[in-house]
């Protein structure tokens, strides 16, 4: 899966939203010391949102904001439904075998390897919300391409469709999980989709009592994933200009903010249950950024001083795995050293030993994380620059 490809007639908001989103997944989850990381670079416990709360439905948001611009090229060059179908479910396959792979990493039991995982919601969001669309778009166009006065405003007129039922499915979905979660709570224990994870993976899940990305809160991604798709398919709709889906991207953002405050009084932010109210949160949140970024680099063409974040963003699954990778292992070896009373892991010994002494414990922490995201920089830039990338 390494090939060279035209970076020119890619859509540079969405690697660079990538990009943003791995510098913070970079320096959140690799902090020099976990008892110093500072609390918007920790998730959230349970209720409330941190900064790098933003990162996952981030990365579906993105992934899915490219599904009606990837499916549109392939029907540009004639390939058949049947065909696209088999490629998104391959993809689909990949991702979700990578990811009990990394799991598998961590626990070589196949009697309680974690089955749920970051790269399994993200095959699954994708795989559901890609046939969605297709659906969506077949029902719209399939008559209308058959008439010979098929006109440009019909063309608008039913992408709107298409986007409007993309958002119905949105606010279908978390308006429903909110009724259903409601009877059982919102709290850590005995709330319904813990009941779900303990009763359908139970020995296969993130702790023995719950999984942050278990069945229930997958179901609900999809809600987060049609409204990527939403945002795509106004970019996509090559018949509107530029300005117009600028204005309808940040719209669709800054109703979606005003529905999270408001849902929020009823169904608290959160992480773990994938809540309507985050759900709502960080789609209008990401649809904010995704207009800012839209007007400076796509339409104004101001987007060289995002390049570090664009090379980050351009390979995000290869970086996520490496990262993952890393961190399972290397970052685990214990380091004996006389300077301490007990071995220390790897990330831990580097940072007390060459950057406390310098820097201090209030940052030490934060600039272990800082080298670290500038060594992957260099790196991927460097991957950038001979425009290397690997892709699932």
């Known amino acids: 899966m390494n090939d060279k490809i035209s970076v020119s007639k890619r859509i ?131 008559k209308k391409l058959e008439e010979k006065n098929f006109k440009e405003d019909d063309y608008i007129k039913n992408y709107r469709y298409i986007i409007v039922s993309l958002l119905i499915i949105v606010l279908a979905i978390v308006v429903s999980y909110y009724f259903i979660a409601k009877p059982y709570g919102f709290f850590e224990e005995g709330n319904l989709a813990q009941k779900v994870d303990t009763m359908i993976l139970n020995g296969h899940l993130y702790n023995e009592r719950f999984d942050p990305e278990g069945i229930l809160t997958n179901i609900v991604a999809i809600s987060t994933g049609c409204l990527g798709c939403a945002l795509g398919c106004i970019i996509k709709n090559n018949k509107k200009d530029d300005y117009k889906k600028l204005f309808e991207i940040i719209i669709i953002g800054v109703v979606c903010l005003i529905g999270a405050f408001l849902f929020e009084r009823v169904f608290p932010f959160n992480k773990r249950l994938w809540s309507s109210s985050f759900v709502l949160l960080t789609g209008g949140a990401f649809g904010v950024v995704l207009g800012i970024l839209y007007f400076i680099s796509d339409i104004k063409e101001k987007y060289k001083i995002f390049t570090p974040l664009i090379a980050l963003g351009s390979s995000a699954i290869f970086t996520y795995m490496a990262l993952e990778i890393i961190d399972r292992t290397l970052w685990m070896v214990s380091i004996n050293s006389k300077m301490f009373e007990e071995p220390l892991k790897f990330c831990n010994w580097v940072t007390y030993t060459f950057i406390t002494p310098w820097a201090g414990q209030v940052y030490d922490s934060l600039i272990f994380s800082l080298g670290y995201l500038l060594v992957w920089i260099i790196i991927m830039m460097f991957m950038y620059r001979k425009k290397i990338f690997i892709r699932i």
């Open 12 to 142: 540079k908001s969405i690697d660079i939203i990538r990009g943003l989103s791995v510098a913070l997944m970079i320096i959140g989850n690799n902090p020099g010391s976990w008892a110093r990381n500072y609390p918007q670079l920790r998730h959230s416990l349970w209720n409330g949102v941190t900064l790098v709360d933003f990162v996952f439905p981030f990365f579906i948001l993105a992934m899915s904001v490219s599904i009606p611009i990837a499916i549109e090229n392939k029907f540009s060059k004639e390939k058949s439904t049947g065909f696209i179908i088999g490629d998104i479910i391959k993809r689909s396959l990949i991702l979700i075998i990578f990811g009990i792979l990394l799991n598998y990493i961590s626990n070589n039991d196949l009697k309680t390897i974690r089955i749920p995982g970051v790269l399994q919601r993200l095959g699954f969001v994708y795989f559901v919300t890609s046939i969605i669309y297709i659906t969506i778009r077949s029902l719209t166009f399939r």
